[in-house]
């Protein structure tokens, strides 16, 4: 249902949540490893965690447009949510958010290879969303079917053969045709639209960083500021940023809005912790 909410949200998969777990053990009693990163390094996976934070938040704002304006949603929600954070990203043809869309394809990829021999059980299979291989694909895809010039490096790197990059340009363009012809009834365009409300709840010690920078980095004003302009919301809403005790983002038409986890940012931030402290585990 479009409209339902998404109870499920949408943690990254208990595979990858395992795997890096065990990754992480792993590396916790490696020798001859360094332990803490550079500032420097600190900084790039700050910058990591904060630039999934923002295709998280696209993604949520496409469940959101989904329920909001009870849009038809042909296939599964989740894909077509993904499909929404990166076509929104793309249209802007900005170098961030360029960026972001190579740190989250990064952000899947680095969750799914947080081990060389996954063991793939049925619950990822029959999740509500694709596998974290896949989304980093399919963002991927998308980006070099918008823009094969600035992307297909990337493209190359991912190991993306020529014939599926050409491809791409059709997944691109019928994502963004599909999404802008739904939404075009919805844009404000300088006419009344509803508001949103950013809301910070206190964190606990392990995600005081966290919290602060997400908070630091105002990308849930930014993203509230460009659904307000962007589109006349029917009703007032609210972003809320919060402990969940889970890695996760979610929006629910009952509780009118997005609630966005710190733990999702500290897991973001880990992960490229690791990778940047362990590259060969990837
Ligand atoms: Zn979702």
Request: glycine share 6%.
């Amino acid at each position: 249902m479009p409209n339902s909410p998404d109870a499920s949200g949408d943690t990254v998969n208990r595979l990858g949540l395992a795997l890096i777990g065990a990754a992480m053990a792993a590396g916790a009693t490696a020798p001859a490893l360094a332990a803490e990163l550079t500032k420097a390094q600190e900084a790039e996976a700050i910058r990591f965690a904060i630039n999934n934070d923002i295709f998280t938040l696209q993604h949520e704002i496409g469940h959101l447009l989904v329920g909001e304006f009870k849009l038809p949603v042909l296939g599964r929600e989740e894909d077509a949510a993904d499909s929404f954070a990166s076509v929104s990203l793309l249209e802007r043809q900005t170098d961030e958010a360029d960026q972001v869309l190579i740190d989250s394809a990064d952000g899947w990829d680095l969750s799914d290879a947080a081990s060389d021999n996954p063991a793939y059980e049925d619950a990822d299979f029959y999740d509500e969303h694709s596998l974290d291989i896949q989304r980093a694909y399919q963002t991927v895809c998308f980006m070099v079917g918008a823009a094969p010039d600035i992307f297909g490096e990337v493209a190359d790197a991912y190991g993306i053969d020529a014939d599926r990059q050409e491809s791409c340009g059709d997944d691109y363009t019928q994502a963004a045709t599909s999404w802008n012809g739904l939404l075009a009834p919805h844009l404000r365009a300088g006419g009344k639209g509803a508001s949103i409300t950013v809301r910070y709840e206190p964190a606990d010690k392990h995600h005081a960083e966290a919290a602060k920078w997400l908070k630091e980095a105002k990308i849930i004003e930014t993203a509230a500021s460009w659904v307000e302009a962007t589109y006349a919301l029917p009703r007032d809403l609210t972003f809320t940023a919060k402990l969940c005790d889970e890695e996760n983002a979610f929006y629910s038409y009952d509780e009118r809005g997005i609630t966005f986890c710190y733990e999702m940012t500290q897991f973001l931030y880990d992960l490229d912790k690791q990778d940047l402290l362990h590259p060969a585990a990837n």
